[in-house]
């Protein structure tokens, strides 16, 4: 018997935790819509069996992430460079704004696998160790991923330096 109400309750409970991680590892509301969707229709079809199981926010975060590595490998983008930045948004925005959308930009330029463990680590504050294990990888690679993906964002985005040596420190 499938427990409708818990898993409604759950849901409206958590939903914007859940729709951050989405949209921060799939870099679109589009995209993580579909990707929040596709992780919870997984849960909610084992949903007796993922409550029972003591976190089910961690494990719908590892349907998420799994789900996005599956969606990417299936796609493949080829990354098209320039020579030339996109111009910035109007003159009018806060420096909060612009720095989300260098952000975005910066994080849509990592790898899945580095994408996934900034997330894990800096926006969902996730221990090394708890990050390994929705990934289903050794603390080893999450560190190694987490060290070439700040020292990605330095380059792709200098002006996030700052941001990114505070959370290291943190």
Do not use: C
Request: hydrophobic share 45%; glycine share 4%.
């Amino acid at each position: 018997m499938v427990d409708e109400e818990g898993f409604r309750e759950f849901v409206q409970a958590r939903l914007p935790r859940l729709s951050r991680a989405a949209y921060l590892l799939a870099g679109g509301h589009a995209q993580a819509e579909d990707l929040l969707q596709a992780a919870l229709i997984k849960a909610a079809l084992h949903w007796a069996k993922v409550s029972a199981a003591g976190d089910p926010e961690a494990y719908i975060r590892k349907i998420l992430y799994h789900e996005h590595v599956r969606t990417w490998r299936r796609r493949r983008f080829l990354e098209h460079t320039t020579d030339v930045l996109p111009e910035t948004a109007g003159g009018d925005e806060t420096d909060r704004a612009v720095l989300r959308l260098v952000l975005e930009q910066a994080l849509a330029k990592l790898t899945p696998k580095q994408r996934a463990v900034v997330v894990l680590r800096y926006f969902e504050d996730l221990s090394e160790a708890v990050t390994a294990q929705v990934m289903g990888t050794s603390v080893g690679t999450v560190k190694s991923q987490t060290n070439h993906a700040l020292s990605r964002l330095r380059t792709l985005a200098p002006e996030l330096a700052e941001l990114v040596e505070m959370e290291v420190r943190s």
